[in-house]
Nanobody, 121 residues
Framework: QVQLLESGGGSVQPGGSSTLSCAAS????????MGWYRQSPGKQREWVAY???????RYATSVKGRFTISRDNAKNSVYLQKTSLNPEDTAIYYC???????????????WGQGTQVTVSS
């Protein structure tokens, strides 16, 4: 089994910055795409950003230029640096990693438990 553990959530003032971390553990053979999603109250979960194993990154329009995704393949970890935060960024943030547990296994998208980010003065 693969487990994802997120950290770095909390309260931030508008205009502030913070960084989320997500580390995968367990039986891992390979991790491909890593990404972040978020869900605000009353809304569906939405994609925020992703990073491929080859180093390509892509961002949702709402966060482009403000958020930066990065990864450390040796640590099976993905990070989300957030700047210029505004109240609309308030949400539960989830990491997702496409992992293969052993050679020949199927690649499955695993989710973290989520971490709350609140942007408020």
């Amino acid at each position: 089994q693969v487990q994802l553990l997120e950290s770095g959530g909390g309260s931030v003032q508008p205009g502030g910055s913070s960084t989320l971390s997500c580390a995968a553990s367990g039986s891992i053979f390979r991790i491909d795409t890593m990404g972040w999603y978020r869900q605000s109250p009353g809304k569906q979960r939405e994609w925020v950003a992703y990073s491929t194993k080859g180093g390509n990154t892509r961002y949702a329009t709402s966060v482009k230029g403000r958020f930066t995704i990065s990864r450390d393949n040796a640590k099976n970890s993905v990070y989300l640096q957030k700047t210029s935060l505004n109240p609309e960024d308030t949400a539960i943030y989830y990491c997702n990693e496409d992992a293969t547990r052993y050679y020949g296994d199927s690649t499955i998208g695993y989710w973290g438990q989520g971490t709350q980010v609140t942007v408020s003065s």
